[in-house]
C-alpha cells in the first residue's frame, strides 16, 4: 500500500504521541492534550499513513493563532506571512522513502501562493545533524539562532522560499 497522506483523525492521536516521543529530543515533548489543540487549530495538521500504521506527520502553522511557542512567535515578530513547521516526525519503519520531503510539499501546497516563506527551526544542541542536511537539501537557510531552556537548547532559525 502506497503512503496516503491525510488530515489527521481525531482516532490517530494515541498513535501520533508515540510517534513524537519516540523521536525525542529531535522534536519537543508534546501530550495529548497539546495534540488536540494542534487538531483543532493548527492551519495543517496531516498524518502520512501505511500499511504499518502513522508513518509520519506534520503539524503547520500560519500568522495570527495564538500559539505561545517562543520559536512560532520569534518568526510572527520578523515575518508578515509565512508557513511554519512546528513539528514533522517520521516512524523508524517508513524513513528514507522520501515522506517528509512529501509531507512539506503538501503543506506548502495548502498556503496560498502570496505566502513566500515556510519557516522551521532545527536543534543545533543538542544537534540534529541530519535533520539540518535534510532542510538544506529542501532549499532552507538559516537567518538566526535561539539559545531556549536557560541556555540548555540552541535552535537554528530557517527559512525557505516557495
Not at 516521543?21 to 508534546?30: I, L, T, W, Y
Not at 492551519?43 to 502553522?61: D, K, P, W
Not at 511557542?69 to 513539528?87: G, H, I, Q, T
Request: hydrophobic share 40%; net charge negative.
Amino acid at each position: 500500500m502506497p503512503h496516503i497522506i491525510r488530515d489527521i483523525a481525531t482516532s490517530d492521536l494515541d498513535a501520533v504521541l508515540d510517534l513524537n516521543q519516540s523521536e525525542m529530543p529531535h522534536v519537543g515533548s508534546v501530550d495529548l492534550q497539546k495534540l488536540q489543540w494542534f487538531s483543532e487549530n493548527a492551519s495543517y495538521f496531516r498524518v502520512a499513513e501505511a500499511e504499518e500504521g502513522i508513518a509520519a506527520y506534520l503539524v503547520g502553522l500560519r500568522p495570527g493563532t495564538s500559539y505561545a511557542s517562543p520559536n512560532y512567535r520569534w518568526f510572527s515578530d520578523r515575518y508578515d506571512d509565512f508557513a511554519y513547521v512546528d513539528r514533522v516526525a517520521v516512524a523508524r519503519f517508513a524513513r528514507r522513502r522520501g515522506l517528509a520531503s512529501r509531507l512539506y510539499d503538501d503543506f506548502a501546497a495548502t498556503v496560498p501562493a502570496s505566502v513566500k516563506l515556510m519557516t522551521c527551526e532545527v536543534n543545533l544542541s543538542p544537534p540534529n545533524e541530519a535533520s539540518m542536511r535534510f532542510h538544506k537539501q529542501l532549499g532552507f537557510r538559516q537567518v538566526g539562532v535561539r539559545t531556549t531552556e536557560g541556555g540548555a537548547k540552541e535552535v537554528a532559525m530557517l527559512v525557505r522560499e516557495l
